[in-house]
């Protein structure tokens, strides 16, 4: 399209160069004129409305990448998988066109499953950074994010806590062949009836193996308050192997995987 200027086209790249304009009117003869900081005023005549709109749309970019360039964010953890009840590192870092943004405020927040939750608040260091050390909420799944002045968004983090598992237990007398009860504790406490605890069974011909898995025994929990006792039946198939060795596992979404310490049964002489 093909626009017609009067001599003031000469200075239209120096007109697109500022950073605002104060003032755009037309003038008696259909022409445009534009007021900016440093020119008093210029006319410019246009063939049509839609092409006003363009050079408008071109004096507005200068203005805006006049602005400071936008903050970034970012928001990391000591450990995605930290043992039952301890506590993480979480470390904020905010930067402005790559340089550190100091004593300003970041908000972290956890996901409860519907909306976020601040965990904790504080200002950023000289280098940009803000850390502190919390446990994940209940000692399960927590999702944390960090914000800046509400539209500065860090990505998510998931930590995913270990549960804690007491080794299983039986009776000191049983029965080659015969099922009898383990338990043990689990920590943190676990809905009755849930079964994310899984006692392997492994043989072996000597004390410290090695170890071959032979079974696996899915175990439930019962009575929870702070903590859960876990029960399942067992068996130890017959005496071809002198060492039977059972462990309990523990695996669900909100927690990672985690064992407990061994009991090893040995078939009498």
Request: net charge positive; with cysteine.
């Amino acid at each position: 399209m093909l626009v017609r200027c009067r001599a003031e086209q000469a200075l239209l790249p120096t007109l697109q160069a500022e950073r605002g304009v104060r003032d755009i009117t037309r003038t008696w003869d259909g022409g445009i004129r534009v007021k900016t900081s440093t020119h008093r005023a210029m006319c410019v005549t246009f063939g049509t409305t839609l092409t006003l709109l363009m050079l408008m749309a071109v004096l507005a970019a200068p203005a805006l990448a006049g602005r400071p360039p936008n903050a970034t964010i970012a928001l990391k953890t000591s450990s995605k998988a930290p043992y039952y009840t301890s506590t993480v590192k979480l470390t904020t870092t905010l930067k402005r066109a790559g340089k550190a943004v100091k004593n300003a405020t970041i908000t972290v927040q956890r996901f409860d499953g519907s909306v976020w939750k601040k965990v904790k608040s504080g200002k950023t260091s000289s280098k940009g950074t803000y850390a502190f050390r919390t446990t994940p909420y209940k000692n399960a799944l927590t999702v944390y994010r960090a914000v800046y002045k509400i539209t500065t968004v860090s990505s998510s983090v998931e930590v995913k806590p270990r549960a804690w598992l007491s080794d299983p237990e039986g009776p000191e007398s049983w029965a080659v062949g015969q099922p009898f009860t383990m338990t043990g504790i689990l920590s943190p406490a676990h809905a009755i009836g849930s079964n994310a605890v899984t006692i392997y069974l492994y043989w072996g011909d000597g004390e410290s193996g090695p170890w071959t898995q032979y079974a696996t025994f899915p175990a439930y929990c019962i009575a929870p308050s702070k903590t859960s006792n876990y029960s399942a039946s067992v068996t130890i198939p017959d005496s071809s192997h002198k060492y039977w060795r059972f462990r309990s596992n523990h695996a669900d979404a909100d927690h990672t995987s985690s064992w407990s310490a061994e009991t090893i049964y040995k078939i009498r002489d």
